[in-house]
């Protein structure tokens, strides 16, 4: 159920509710928000959503993180910076025609991730994303360490 994101389908009734939205930046924990620069609270002026540009970038995420002697940290390092990225481009840019492009692509990843990888690196450099969010958005070169948005270093590098 996980593969395939069957398991997202109870956050429906959080959609009917109101408390989230279709599209949006998957909501975060508390400790993580906590941790946010000022340069990534504008992701939270927009409401969560059950799929997103990051929800297609980082579908493997288990994978990512799977032999990480440090899970938590190797999250911080190697997906936060990209996923906060994507989600000040949404937040910046969301609307409904990207609504509609992003669930596409969502439904698109379940079938061709390929696909739908390039989707996004196209759809995000079409929004002014610089071109280093542009390669990852493609998921074309390995993840390496990098600096959330509003910090000078990798976290890690920084507190640990």
Sequence with gaps: MRAT?????????NVLRGD??????????????????A???????VRPGITDLASIVFADE???????????????QLIRPWKSRLGLLYAHNS?????????ALTLINT?????????????VASLGAPPDLVA?????????????PGFAAPIGQLFG
């Design 95 to 103: 609307g409904l025609p990207l609504d509609l492009r992003i669930i």
């Design 62 to 76: 288990g994978t990512i993180l799977a032999d990480a002697k440090d899970p938590d940290l190797a999250y911080e």
């Design 5 to 13: 994101k069957a398991d997202e389908l109870p956050q429906l009734l």
């Design 136 to 148: 990852v958005a493609s998921r074309s070169n390995p993840l390496t360490p990098a600096a959330p």
């Design 20 to 37: 989230m939205s279709l599209v949006g930046p998957r909501p975060n924990i508390d400790w993580e928000v906590a941790t946010f620069s």
């Design 111 to 123: 079938f061709n991730r390929a696909a739908a990888l390039t989707g996004v690196a196209r759809l």
């Design 39 to 45: 340069e990534e609270r504008p992701i939270l002026s």
